[in-house]
């Protein structure tokens, strides 16, 4: 490079460092062919990717003003991580979804866009058990942040071929003695395990609830149900380590979900509790009857009501949170909320949706579908606390792993947990 | 005697140009960001509401807690296994394969393409191979009669597992280092030896050990610094389970930040595994010199009688 070269690439660099500095910095509306791109930042795999993929499809093909631009993120909690990330860095996407015991803490945090200013946001007839207002304990009136999509229900699976439906079990006592029965063991351990459930906090918190118990005492203090959770717990460890009837699955989060699903389908489980949200994905892949029921009752019958919202996220540019906006009002709209219930086993979160349904014949024909409804009126609703996923993932989730795993006391494990919890808060 | 050009700088500021480089790298991709980290560490920060000072209070919590004692104590058991298991297993198959023929050439070619693979594949595979139900050991063991072993849901026996895997993958580098090694021990010690009557322990014990002295401390120091970076089997094989078994100090890193949102707590870890690192690294020097200095006086012939004299009086105190 001949020096003059030199010395004007040296005083161009400069230039060329602000200008891209100032580009970096200001977050203009990004536009395509004359159409305002929308990042989704999504986090669904398998059959769920492939519907939604096909529902921007459709939602792109259909207008010619915003272009949704869908993104794999991981599992929910990479995705939220990612958000976070996003958010810090100020490139956060525009629409994304996140799981209901996060959207207070993000709401809280001044990150979420306020919904009820835009067009119709009133209008959208949501389901009261899975919006937000219905989702969460009634603390008064509160600005709307996010609009429900895919949400679940947990429920009970059970191998048609070895259970008839009429024999779901009702009771915790019930799922004993069936997990008993159907339990078989071969020259090594347990062929087949009567009962499997990811240690997750979803599932022991249901049971709690069910137990007679809350999560939170008056005050807002975490009492994480008191006795009731303690019996909750104590039932899985005497599944796993009395009864030798339970198999606690390999991995954590996600990877634990995955693993029983595919021992169910395998075989190597005869009932399993996981989401609503796999069930086609299980009816479409077992060689053998799909039967789906509610969650067995103890003190009374309860769920929490699971999976994500969608939220907008404040720092996007203006023009992109509008676009954000119109594909979220389509996609909540009776046809596409239909069709993504109909062919996921997510929830309807509309009145129309679940209406089209309704009128299509669709629960005469999926009567598993009837099952995630009957679990919906046992809907528990989460406490709108932003502490409240910490005291879930950080806080309850490792000690209930370490406990059933372990078969350490229950209660010690659940003091330490409030207190933990306490501290923390 | 010819006098060549001097190395003297001609000004006291040049050395310092020369290092500015290399300093300032270290500076902007070492000290920076354990700086930012330290100071990090003393703030309560989701990274998403505005910081707030807490003092040590990330560090006392890490204290309470007894996490950071665990994850240490975890990463060093790890460390230990992956160390001895690759230095064993390295020197092992170098012995063994460190001879002509293709087959020899063939083998060590196998073993150490296990090295050039990714973590996350490599992971993937012993997942897959560890399965307790369908994989190929779980059906070995059953085929032998032995029990069945959850190799990566029993927490007695998930971070042998993730140390085993470990070893798998770096052994193939530790076994070229020792070919190599062994290449550099002269023939010519070895034939005195047996001409000597020295068998093939007594020449590898007292003469091809101590040549591979250097080498076996390379291997060791690297596979210790593999060891202290594993993350990616942790997070593919255990995500830091079951019950935190397999919660290395990296992965307690990255859980405290990326899932638990915790800025501080992340940055404490961070401080308390480099003061953990600069510790063990001055024990290190501290071995080594002393080491040195030992060898220093076997290797310093008895001084002759005449220099053997008594130190000088010490000069009377005034």
Redesign the interface.
């Known amino acids: 490079m001949s020096s003059l070269g030199r010395r004007a690439w040296l005083s161009a660099a400069p230039l060329a460092a602000a200008a891209l500095a100032s580009a970096g910095c200001r977050r203009d509306a990004e536009r395509e062919g004359g159409r305002v791109v929308v990042s989704l930042w999504f986090s669904y795999g398998g059959k769920n990717r492939e519907v939604l993929l096909e529902l921007v499809r459709r939602f792109n093909e259909g207008q010619a003003r915003v272009l949704v631009r869908p993104t794999y993120q991981g599992d929910y909690f990479e995705a939220l991580a990612k958000v976070r990330t996003a958010l810090a860095a100020g490139v956060a996407p525009a629409l994304t979804h996140v799981v209901g015991e996060v959207v207070p803490y993000l709401a809280e945090a001044g990150v979420l866009e306020p919904l009820s200013g835009y067009e119709g946001a009133r209008d959208l007839g949501l389901l009261p058990p899975l919006d937000q207002a219905g989702s969460f304990d009634a603390a008064g009136p509160r600005e709307l942040f996010a609009l429900p999509f895919n949400r679940s229900v947990p429920l009970a699976y059970l191998n048609g071929s070895l259970v008839p439906a009429a024999q779901a079990p009702r009771t915790w006592a019930d799922l004993r003695a069936l997990a008993r029965d159907l339990t078989r063991r071969g020259g090594g351990g347990e062929a087949r395990f009567g009962f499997e459930v990811p240690i997750s906090w979803w599932f022991w918190a249901a049971m709690a609830v069910q137990a007679g118990g809350e999560l939170l005492g008056p005050a807002g203090e975490p009492t994480l149900g008191g006795e009731a959770g303690v019996e909750a717990l104590a039932f899985w460890q005497t599944l796993a380590h009395r009864d030798r009837t339970m198999r606690p699955p390999a991995g954590r989060d996600y990877n634990a979900w995955q693993v029983t699903n595919q021992d169910f389908l395998a075989g190597r489980a005869a009932t399993i509790w996981t989401s609503a949200a796999f069930l086609r994905y299980l009816e479409e892949n077992a060689s053998f009857p799909v039967v789906a029921a509610p969650l067995p009752a103890h003190a009374r019958p309860a769920a929490f009501v699971g999976g994500t919202f969608f939220v907008l996220l404040r720092q996007a540019p203006p023009a992109q949170k509008e676009a954000a906006w119109a594909f979220l009002r389509w996609v909540c709209g009776p046809g596409p909320a239909a069709e993504w219930a109909e062919r996921t086993g997510y929830l309807p979160v509309s009145r129309g949706a679940y209406e089209q349904m309704l009128a299509r014949g669709f629960y005469e024909k999926h009567p598993n579908d009837r099952a995630a409804l009957a679990q919906l009126e046992a809907a528990h609703p989460w406490p709108w606390r932003p502490e409240l996923f910490r005291v879930e993932r950080e806080i309850v989730e490792p000690r209930l792993e370490r406990a059933v795993l372990l078969d350490e006391d229950p209660r010690a494990a659940l003091d330490a947990a409030r207190r933990a919890a306490r501290e923390d808060g | 005697m010819a006098t060549g050009p001097t190395l003297r700088p001609r000004a006291p500021w040049h050395p310092w140009l020369m290092l500015a480089p290399t300093l300032a790298g270290l500076g902007l991709f070492a000290v920076a960001p354990l700086a930012v980290a330290a100071y990090s560490s003393l703030l309560r920060w ?4 505005p910081p707030a000072w807490v003092g040590l209070a990330n560090y006392r ?1 890490l204290a ?2 007894g996490e950071a004692w665990r994850a240490f104590g975890t990463t060093l058991l790890f460390s230990s296994l992956v160390v001895v298991l690759t230095t064993g297993l390295g020197l092992g198959l170098a012995l063994l394969l460190s001879r002509p023929g293709r087959f020899a050439a063939f083998a060590r070619a196998a073993v150490f393409s296990a090295y050039v693979v990714s973590w996350v594949s490599v992971a993937l595979l012993w997942m897959w191979l560890l399965d ?3 994989g190929l050991v779980a059906r070995a ?2 085929a032998l009669g032995l ?2 072993v ?1 190799f ?2 029993d ?1 007695g026996a998930a971070l042998p597992t993730l140390a085993a895997v470990t070893a798998w993958k770096i052994t193939g580098y530790a076994m070229v280092v020792f070919v190599v090694g062994l290449q550099d021990v002269p023939r010519a010690l070895l034939e005195a030896a047996a001409l000597d009557g020295a068998g093939p322990w007594a020449r590898f014990r007292f003469v091809v050990w101590p040549l591979l002295r250097p080498t076996t401390a390379f291997v060791a120091t690297s596979s210790l610094v593999v060891s202290f970076q594993a993350f990616d089997v942790v997070r593919v094989m ?7 078994a397999t919660t290395l100090f990296v992965y307690a890193i990255y859980e405290q930040i ?4 915790r800025v501080g707590r992340a940055s404490a870890l961070t401080v308390l595994f480099f003061v953990a690192l600069f510790a063990l690294s001055l024990l290190q020097f501290w071995a080594l010199a002393a080491r040195a200095r030992g060898a220093g006086r076997k290797a310093t012939p008895p001084r002759p009688p005449a220099e053997a004299a008594p130190p000088p009086a010490r000069e009377a105190a005034p």
């Open positions: 989701d990274m998403l509401t919590a309470r807690s307790p139900d369908a063991f059953a029990p069945r959850g990566l849901t927490p255990t995500q830091g389970g079951p019950a935190h990326f899932l638990n949102l």
